[in-house]
Nanobody, 115 residues
Framework: QVQLVESGGGLGQAGGSPRLSCTVS????????MGWYRQNPGTEREVVAG????????AYEDSVKGRFTISRDNAKNTMYLQMNSLKPEDTAIYYC????????WGRGTQVTVSS
């Protein structure tokens, strides 16, 4: 059974720099494109960032460009999201996604940013 477990969320202040982690068990991520999504109650889940299987290509949602960095360590079967210059509007539940068929999802980690 494939499991994705997010960690690193919590309550922080605007301007903070937490790092989220997504550790995968049950399969290797070395051939799996992955991404981070976020969602607030009553809204659709939106993609935040994506990364190809080897880390060679990354992409970001416009509002996080220049502030967030997605990365991965295939040897550790882990993906990361470095979040810098946090803003209150970054508050959301952040989900780890593995782009398999069907896609894999973690349960999410709450990030709350106070002004």
């Amino acid at each position: 059974q494939v499991q994705l477990v997010e960690s690193g969320g919590g309550l922080g202040q605007a301007g903070g720099s937490p790092r989220l982690s997504c550790t995968v068990s049950g399969r290797t991520i070395s051939n799996l494109d992955m991404g981070w999504y976020r969602q607030n109650p009553g809204t659709e889940r939106e993609v935040v960032a994506g990364i190809t299987w080897n880390g060679g290509t990354t992409a970001y949602e416009d509002s996080v460009k220049g502030r967030f960095t997605i990365s991965r360590d295939n040897a550790k079967n882990t993906m990361y999201l470095q979040m810098n210059s946090l803003k209150p509007e970054d508050t959301a539940i952040y989900y780890c996604n593995g782009r398999g068929r069907p896609p894999y999802w973690g349960r999410g980690t709450q990030v709350t940013v106070s002004s």
